[in-house]
Each structure stands twice: as C-alpha cells, then as structure tokens.
C-alpha cells in the first residue's frame, strides 16, 4: 500500500493485519480521489474526519494532497500504533489528530465542529456505515459544501437520503460499493 498523489506520492503505508483490518485497495483510493477531485475542486485547507481509520491511508492520502488537517479515529490500539506510524513516516503528524477511542463516543464531542471531508470506511457487514451516517447528519458535523464518502460491502445498501444527506455517487468496484454524499442544503 502506498500514497498515491501529493508530497507524500510513494511513499509507503504499513497496515495492521487483523480480522476486521481491510485497507481501501490502491486502485479503488486512485478512483476515489479522482473522484472527490472532481467534486470538491482542490484539497486545499480541507478538514477532514476519517472515522474507523485502520491504517490512517484515506486521512494520510487526502493530507498528502493538501488539506489543512485530519483527525483520525481508530479503537483499535494495535492499528492506531500502526496510523502514528504512517503518519511519521509520511511527516504529517503535526497535521493530525489521532484518537484511540470508539467512533460513537468521539462523534458527541464533535458536535460543535464541523469538516470539509469525511470517510465512512468501518468494518463490513454490522451496518456500522448507515449508522455512522446518521450520527454525522444528526450532529451536523459536514459543512455545507463538504462530502462524505462511505465505504461498504457490494451487498450492503445504505440509503440514499438519510436527514440532510443525500446521496450523489455510488459505485461498485468487485465486492466494494463506494457511495458519496452530500449536504441537502448545499
């Protein structure tokens, strides 16, 4: 795994090998970045929020391309070691906030804020996206030109409204459905 655009372009991700542990696949975060290009202009002074971060790649890959600052959220202590790691090897510590705490919990003190960008990529099949989703909309925490990208299993539907989110992209790349969303009252 490696970053694939920016000032970090090459460099190389370590990932932390565990059962709920699937890094976004080179080819899919080339598509996906191309893709939130072509939305969002530039990633220029972006927030961004990567909730379930695993090894750090979407936050790292999006900070490699210019935005202003990420903060990470990640449970698992043996893959948040492995996010601090990317994040030295890459020199983008000082542009991030790592987390090591449940993704629900860390949402409540959110509440306040609000992000440019936010990835949705948890574990598969525990309806963890849809319910990340709500929260995010609930809590209000997506600016109104910002976008979430939300990653699931091909078999796994999310809806396409939920609050003021709507969604405007999907697609399906094998067994991964990649869906984007968007703030209604944009």
Known sequence: MRVIAGSCRGRRLAAFKGHDVRPTPDRIREAL???????????????????FAGS??????????????????EKASASAKVIRENL????????????VRDAWQTLQDFSAESFDLLFIDPPYGQGLAERALIEVDR???????????????AA????????NLK????????????NFYSNLNQ
Request: charged share 20%; glycine share 8%; aromatic share 4%.
């Open 88 to 99: 030295d090897n890459c020199q983008l510590s000082s542009q991030a906030e790592l987390i």
């Open 156 to 163: 796994e539907t999310l809806s396409a409204s939920i609050g």
């Open 33 to 51: 970045f191309s893709i939130l290009q072509s939305k969002l202009g530039s990633f220029s002074e972006l927030r961004v929020l990567d909730l």
């Open 139 to 153: 809590l209000n925490l997506l600016t109104v030109d910002g976008i979430i990208y939300a990653e699931t299993e």
């Open 56 to 73: 750090g790649a979407l936050a790292i890959e999006a900070l490699s391309r210019g935005a202003a600052s990420a903060c990470l959220v």
């Open 167 to 178: 969604r405007i992209d999907q697609r399906r790349y094998g067994t991964i459905m990649i």
